[in-house]
């Protein structure tokens, strides 16, 4: 079987090394900017939201010990829109595959899904917004901040697509999507914040960063009235600290697997070049880089819980992932997002070689010897990389970019599928 196939080279690519963080002291000196508005007693509402951050639940252990500290009231609010179904039962179900429970954490979690209307925006539309984050005395949100997948603009996503998006619940993030498409992401996202920021018992968040690695590079507590100022800062900043695929064009892109807690789209935009309302088949038509010719999905994370979106920016995948899917999740969040074109599914095969022997011969030279192939586990794993000897000579010239050992053959396991990457 291998020899119809390119030879392969294992990679590590090196990123910027970013110091360890102190999670216990970065909150607790950064809760000294918030403390002169918190009074005992008060109810806070901690939003937390659907994401695969690492640490994510010691450090929200960290800031509820914080509020009860200060003799606050903490609880936590699912802030994810309308991820798990938009169900309640759903996101309470993706808050415990990371670890965050009432039992671990030792507060309530109030995952109701209803909203209610803050106000008019200036652009004349209903601000939606969580009934618990009204009720409560104050909110707090914790969320990363990086590139937004569906645009590119300063704010990104963070603490104020959480606490617009992810406590819009499924109404509100929905009403937002659907402004978006006239109106702009961003703005959208800036007319409905300042009415939350006006209206709602917002205190502030805490903003997270991570570098190529998927490590914490820093957490910071950022009071409300400094998130529309510092989140695109901190944006700026992560997205300097992104991994990225070291290659301009690439003819067939194999990614292991995508979920939610990759990426809001599975995989991430800003990694492969492609956008959630479509994208160009033609290096000369595209602007992105890399110009991604092919991309084969093998299968989905299990924090997923069966909602494939972003597989519609493949062109391949496999029987065992369509198996997955969950329909109804999959169909809520596209339609919610108003993103269509992620739920779209593309050819799907039995075994992986079957579908890697098929993209190679859609390729415009479908010689198994020429094919610039990259295979990674997910887009916010690009530390270990397997490429084609297409691209031997572009990885000896590259500053950050290491071959380990020579180039093998394609592993395959007795059913025709991909052995795990790195142990051919």
């Not at 294992?10 to 607790?28: I, Y």
């Not at 703005?187 to 998927?214: K, M, W, Y």
């Not at 924090?303 to 493949?314: L, V």
């Not at 794993?381 to 500053?399: C, F, I, K, N, R």
């Amino acid at each position: 079987m291998s020899h119809d196939f390119p030879t392969m080279l294992a990679v590590q690519q090196r990123f910027e090394f970013t110091p360890l963080v102190d999670f216990k002291s970065a909150v607790s000196s950064g809760f000294e900017l918030i403390k002169p508005r918190l009074k005992p007693g008060m109810s806070v509402a901690v939003g937390v939201g659907s994401r695969g951050i690492s640490n994510l639940s010691e450090i929200v252990s960290l800031v509820i010990a914080e509020l009860k500290k200060t003799g606050m009231k903490p609880f936590i609010i699912p802030a994810m829109g309308s991820h798990g179904g938009a169900t309640p039962e759903g996101q309470m179900e993706l808050l415990a595959g990371y670890g965050l429970t009432e039992e671990s954490m030792g507060v309530s979690i109030r995952p109701s899904m209803e909203v209610a209307p803050l106000g008019v925006s200036a652009a004349g539309r209903e601000v939606l917004w969580s009934r618990e984050a009204i009720a409560a005395d104050g909110v707090f949100v914790i969320n990363r901040v990086k590139p937004h997948t569906d645009f590119n603009g300063l704010m990104g996503s963070g603490l104020t697509k959480m606490l617009v998006v992810g406590l819009g619940k499924h109404a509100g993030a929905s009403a937002y999507h659907a402004g978006a498409l006239t109106l702009g992401y961003e703005e959208s996202l800036e007319d409905l914040a300042r009415v939350i920021f006006d209206r709602a018992p917002v205190l502030g968040g805490l903003a997270l960063i991570e570098n190529a690695t998927h490590s914490t590079a820093r957490l910071e507590v950022v009071p409300a009235e400094s998130i529309s100022t510092r989140e695109p800062e901190l944006c700026a900043e992560a997205q300097r600290l992104m991994p990225v695929l070291p290659f301009d064009e690439i003819d067939l892109l194999i990614v292991d697997q995508i979920g939610k807690n990759i990426s809001g789209t599975g995989m991430d935009t800003n990694v492969i070049g492609r956008g959630v309302h479509g994208f160009h088949l033609t290096p000369g038509q595209s602007q992105d880089k890399p110009f991604i010719w092919r991309i084969f999905v093998r299968g989905l994370t299990p924090e997923t819980h069966g909602n494939a979106i972003g597989i519609g920016m493949a062109e391949a995948t496999t029987s065992r992932l369509i198996a997955e899917v969950d329909a109804e999740a999959l169909r809520t969040n596209v339609i919610t997002a108003r993103s269509v074109q992620c739920a779209k599914l593309p050819m799907d095969f039995e075994a992986d070689a079957e579908a890697i022997r098929a993209m190679l011969a859609s390729l415009p030279d479908p010689e198994p010897a020429k094919a610039r192939i990259v295979r990674i586990r997910d887009t916010l794993s690009l530390g270990q990389l397997e490429v084609s000897s297409a691209l031997e000579d572009e990885v000896t010239g590259h500053a950050s970019l290491e071959a380990l050992g020579q180039a093998e053959p394609m592993a395959f396991d007795e059913s025709g599928n991909l052995m795990p990457l790195g142990q051919a």
